[in-house]
């Protein structure tokens, strides 16, 4: 019997263009045995802050976010919106509040959507968005690979439009700070 050789082939971390990598903690795929054989797959995992990349094929990119200090009501200042790709994110723990601000030119009106633990939010191109998280969570982001700061505009809220997404957090989640 012919022996199948195609094996993932194990990759340093790239920089990926537009994305803020916090720590890189990811753990290296391990080969299946001593005796060096292909490695079938690889396993990841985030134990730092933020956004972090962690599979890019083809034309996707998954991703994680946990929480940090920059997720912060507080800190929210801007919104973004992807011009040629739709974005899914996925709760997988803890808690996570969006904020989609329209898809016009300008943020005109900002809606809280309280995520719901293994629920599938895509939110479609050209959606202003952001999103604050409690300092248990993790967010699964699946995106196209492309996705870059050259076709995500970002959009300066105003004094208004910042208190209103402290507001709306200290309302929701009284007892998360």
């Not at 990349?53 to 083809?58: A, K, N, S």
């Not at 629920?119 to 699946?142: E, F, G, Q």
Request: aromatic content about 8%.
């Amino acid at each position: 019997m012919k022996e199948n050789k195609i094996a993932i082939k194990n990759k340093e971390p790239k920089e990926i263009i537009g994305s803020k990598k916090i720590k890189d903690n990811r753990e290296k795929p391990k080969e299946s045995n001593e005796q060096k054989k292909p490695t079938w797959y690889e396993v990841y995992e985030q134990t730092g802050e933020g956004y972090l990349p962690l599979v890019d094929y083809e034309s996707w990119r998954v991703a994680v976010l946990s929480y940090s200090d920059e997720l912060l009501a507080d800190e929210i200042r801007t919104m973004q919106r992807h011009d040629e790709t739709d974005e899914v994110f996925v709760l997988l723990r803890g808690r996570c509040l969006l904020f989609l601000g329209g898809n016009s030119d300008r943020v005109e009106e900002i809606i809280p959507l309280e995520m719901k633990p293994f629920k599938i939010y895509n939110i479609k191109k050209s959606v202003w968005h952001n999103h604050t998280v409690s300092k248990d969570a993790l967010v699964l982001i699946v995106e196209n690979r492309d996705t870059t700061s050259a076709n995500s505009p970002v959009y300066s809220l105003d004094q208004n439009q910042h208190q209103f997404l402290i507001d709306t957090v200290r309302e929701l989640w009284p007892d998360v700070r």
